[in-house]
């Protein structure tokens, strides 16, 4: 008996019943169905996402208020790692191609400008790694080399570049980091705090965590799969996948406190394997993409649940 009460009280305090962040809505989103569309993102404002599908071939653009679809580029392999300025107004993004007759990867890196898709070729190359933006202005790493700098003014900006050499770039007050918080470590996605004073990413095999501008460690998380911030800070959403070493059989997205305290479950539905959440950076929303190709809209509020709510 003592044994049962223990586990009882280990499950409410990771899954809390009245949690402080639960969801209100789910939406899926009316798009065709003649792609299986993937790893969506919020605009700036909040108005519109853009997504990509499962090849990573293309770039799609579907705005709320309209319900409108509209393709940004075509261009292979530019779902991978695009980004939009701060101001909304321009995307970048690296397309691969590849040679066949000579053996070649050839990298393109364009800015899209999203009022008239016209695009500008940033640069071209055979080791280019995914763009980014820093003040409206396109910076990009070719080998260990981050380009364009010297075009910013720095003296104020802390941005994560991405990640290089499976290293986490950072810029910080005019200053280039390369930061390896466990020592000779791989990571994929990063993503740095609202309030720019954390990042929580992810090692290969010691899973999440959140360290500070400097690499130091505040918070082991574990498996945490692709962590991002909610807009107060306050938690980071993720996705909690189970596989059978081929195929993914289940996936919710979930919540945890920065300090690994206190783990919240967001969705529950069994039909849907939801995965790779992006949330809002101005609205209590997070959208994300399920397995078999859809995006789904969902409404979440943050504080004491009301106990009649369902």
Known sequence: ?????????????????????????????????????????????????????????????????????????????????????????????????????????????????????????????????????????????????????????LSNETKVIGIENAKIVLLHNGIRKVLDPFGNGNYIWPSLSPDKSKIVAYEADRGAFVCDLDGNILAILGRVDAPVWTRDGNYIIYMDDKDDGHFILSSEIMAITPDGKHKYQLTSTPNVIEMYPSTSPVENKIVCSSLSGEIFLIHYEAGDRDENQN
């Open 1 to 153: 008996m003592r044994r049962l009460f223990l586990i009882l009280l280990i499950v409410l305090n990771v899954f809390d019943i009245n949690a402080q962040i639960y969801v209100t809505k789910i939406e899926k989103l009316p798009l065709p169905v003649n792609q299986e569309w993937a790893y969506p993102v919020f605009s700036p404002d909040g108005k519109k996402i853009y997504f990509t599908n499962t090849s990573y071939n293309g770039i799609w653009e579907y705005t709320f208020s309209s319900d409108k679809l509209r393709q940004v580029t075509d261009a292979p392999g530019s779902g991978y790692g695009f980004k939009i300025s701060d101001d909304g107004n321009f995307l970048v993004y690296r397309s691969t191609y590849y040679n066949e007759k000579k053996g070649e990867r050839i990298q393109e890196i364009y800015q899209v400008n999203l009022k008239t898709l016209f695009r500008k070729k940033i640069a071209s190359g055979s080791d280019l790694y995914n763009p980014t933006f820093v003040k409206s202005n396109v910076i990009y790493s070719s080998g260990t080399e981050t380009k364009n700098l010297e075009k910013v003014n």
